[in-house]
């Protein structure tokens, strides 16, 4: 009888220590269930206004021609549909080169799970005794 107490203890130990550590796990994972939904909706937002923008911008852009060329109708339209064609021509340009630099940039995507697992490791890392 007496050789059953330390084994169950040890048993119950090891439950204890595997119910806390499936406890950590399951909120690391909800966590990281969250991060993704809030990336999620970012993004859709983002495209949403950018769609929004883009289309504006292509109205605008094309009512700002018409006048334009129609400015000049008599004498210099010709020139005004080349210079209108390089400005938007210099515009996509820059545009491009805005969007590639903004897509080089790193994500901050899982940074808490990733934190609040490097916070889980210092504290499970063994400690040298004194």
């Known amino acids: 009888m007496a050789e059953a ?3 169950s203890g040890l048993l119950e130990q090891l439950r204890q220590r595997l119910d806390a550590g499936l ?11 969250t991060e993704l939904e809030i990336e999620k909706q970012r ?11 883009l289309i504006s911008l292509t109205l605008a852009l094309v009512m700002f021609s018409g006048f334009v060329i129609l ?6 339209r010709l ?15 820059g545009l491009q080169r805005v969007a590639r630099l903004k897509l080089q940039v ?4 899982f940074r808490a799970s990733l934190s609040e697992l490097e916070r889980d490791r210092a504290a ?5 005794p004194p």
């Open 5 to 7: 107490t330390p084994q």
């Open 23 to 33: 406890s950590l796990l399951q909120v690391r994972l909800a966590l990281l269930g």
């Open 43 to 53: 993004l859709l937002a983002g495209f949403f206004w950018g769609v929004a923008a």
């Open 71 to 76: 400015l000049l109708w008599d004498g210099y």
């Open 79 to 93: 020139a005004a549909m080349g210079v209108l064609a390089v400005v938007f021509l210099l515009a996509a340009v």
């Open 106 to 109: 790193g994500s901050n995507l």
């Open 124 to 128: 499970l890392a063994p400690t040298a």
